[in-house]
């Protein structure tokens, strides 16, 4: 970077100028290692969802009607994508809850489904524990019947747990990193 400034300087080019320049060329190199952008991260997930519920029969789901976010959770250096269906209208939702998608992402940009998990609630925190490479999720259970709680949701190798009102109760920790609702 010293070299950059100094040959600016060289040339003529003011001192301020060259430090913007060299801010610009700073924010361009750290924006072109994330590759994907939020929104072009969503509109990605976006085609990969609705190709993923068209091939089960599904009709494909409006952007408004799932809240997605985006973590890497294999530690591959790819974001993957965790999506909540709530919206009981979707089929994917009742009194138990909704339904929690967990996709990977791959080098191209698509997603690959990995898991479908029933009766889920917001908040959603991914930990910063692993099992099986995977980060292993905490989300909330509660309705038909059951006492509201947060419980962990551990990868067995293949996918997340397909019932979280089923898995170990557990309590949210600082390190816990709240990924979808309010913590609240
Ligand atoms: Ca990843």
């Not at 908040?123 to 309705?143: C, E, H, K, M, Y």
Request: with cysteine.
């Amino acid at each position: 970077m010293k070299f950059l400034i100094l040959g600016m300087r060289q040339k003529g080019v003011g001192m301020k100028q060259a430090w913007i320049f060299c801010i610009a060329f700073s924010l361009c190199v750290s924006c072109a290692s994330t590759r994907f952008d939020d929104s072009e991260q969503r509109n990605l997930f976006h085609i990969s969802f609705a190709e993923y519920l068209a091939g089960r029969g599904s009709e494909s789901l409006a952007p408004d009607q799932y809240a997605v976010d985006f973590v890497d959770l294999n530690n591959d250096g790819i974001r993957d994508a965790i999506a909540l269906v709530s919206l009981w209208e979707t089929g994917f939702a009742g009194s138990g809850g909704g339904s929690l998608f967990i996709f990977a992402g791959t080098p191209d940009g698509a997603f690959q489904f990995m898991s479908k998990s029933s009766v889920t609630r917001e908040p959603i925190f991914v930990r910063q524990t692993t099992n099986r490479g995977w980060r292993d999720l905490v989300v909330r259970s509660a309705g038909g019947g059951i006492q509201p709680s947060a419980r962990v949701m551990v990868f067995d190798g293949k996918s997340y747990p397909s019932n979280p009102s089923v898995e170990p109760r557990t309590s949210i920790t600082q390190s816990d990193l709240l990924i979808l609702g309010s913590s609240e």
